[in-house]
């Protein structure tokens, strides 16, 4: 057996549980922000701006499988639905891969634009489901508080990843 062929498998499984570790330390960031008062109704989807950055801006290839998981342990956490994480993370990353934007060339100044089409449209997705599933329409003012703090908060998100990003290029050189 070749030791290269040895060595790439298990650097790709050091990445993907690095990486899956860190999606499930978002999770509980979540989770944690409910104990807030402000964000009691409905917290902000941390995972789906990590999600995006991640696949859009850094280029990880996320698995399927890993996602899948980080869903089920989602809903089980937060009592929803079970697999409507699981489509809601599936469809972040499907429609950031493969939704080719005009002009869309690591443009920093359309990213939210993007970001706020691909998040509604896969929460919009969920949404129906979940009305499906449940058979009632439920209250709108937690919904569209959650979009909206998602939406606000993902520049903030950004421009932290981007100051780790310099500190880190400047503590190398």
Same mark, same amino acid.
């Given at each position: 057996?070749?030791?290269?062929?040895? !060595?790439?498998?298990?650097?790709?499984?050091?990445?993907?549980?690095? !990486? !899956?570790?860190?999606? !499930?330390?978002?999770?509980?960031?979540?989770?944690?922000?409910?104990?807030?008062?402000?964000?009691?109704?409905?917290?902000?989807?941390?995972?789906?701006?990590? +999600?995006?950055?991640?696949?859009?801006?850094?280029?990880?290839?996320?698995?399927?499988?890993?996602?899948?998981?980080?869903?089920?342990?989602?809903?089980?956490?937060?009592?929803?639905?079970?697999?409507?994480?699981?489509?809601?993370?599936?469809?972040?990353?499907?429609?950031?891969?493969?939704?080719?934007?005009?002009?869309?060339?690591?443009?920093?100044?359309?990213?939210?634009?993007?970001?706020?089409?691909?998040?509604?449209?896969?929460?919009?997705?969920?949404?129906?489901?979940?009305?499906?599933?449940?058979?009632?329409?439920?209250?709108?003012?937690?919904? +569209?508080?959650?979009?909206?703090?998602?939406?606000?908060?993902?520049?903030?998100?950004?421009?932290?990843?981007?100051?780790?990003?310099?500190?880190?290029? +400047?503590?190398?050189?």
């Amino acid at each position: 057996m070749n030791t290269n062929y040895v !060595f790439d498998i298990f650097s790709n499984f050091s990445k993907n549980l690095f !990486f !899956f570790i860190i999606l !499930f330390i978002c999770i509980n960031i979540e989770s944690s922000l409910k104990a807030l008062t402000f964000f009691e109704q409905a917290s902000p989807s941390i995972l789906s701006i990590i +999600l995006y950055i991640c696949v859009r801006k850094l280029s990880i290839n996320i698995s399927n499988l890993m996602l899948f998981t980080l869903g089920i342990l989602y809903d089980v956490l937060f009592a929803g639905n079970l697999g409507t994480s699981s489509l809601f993370f599936l469809l972040i990353k499907y429609m950031t891969q493969h939704i080719n934007f005009k002009h869309n060339n690591n443009n920093n100044n359309k990213d939210w634009f993007y970001f706020t089409i691909i998040f509604t449209s896969s929460f919009f997705i969920k949404f129906i489901f979940n009305v499906f599933l449940n058979m009632k329409i439920p209250d709108f003012s937690p919904i +569209l508080f959650h979009l909206g703090i998602t939406l606000i908060i993902f520049p903030f998100i950004v421009v932290g990843i981007k100051i780790i990003y310099f500190v880190t290029k +400047l503590i190398k050189n």
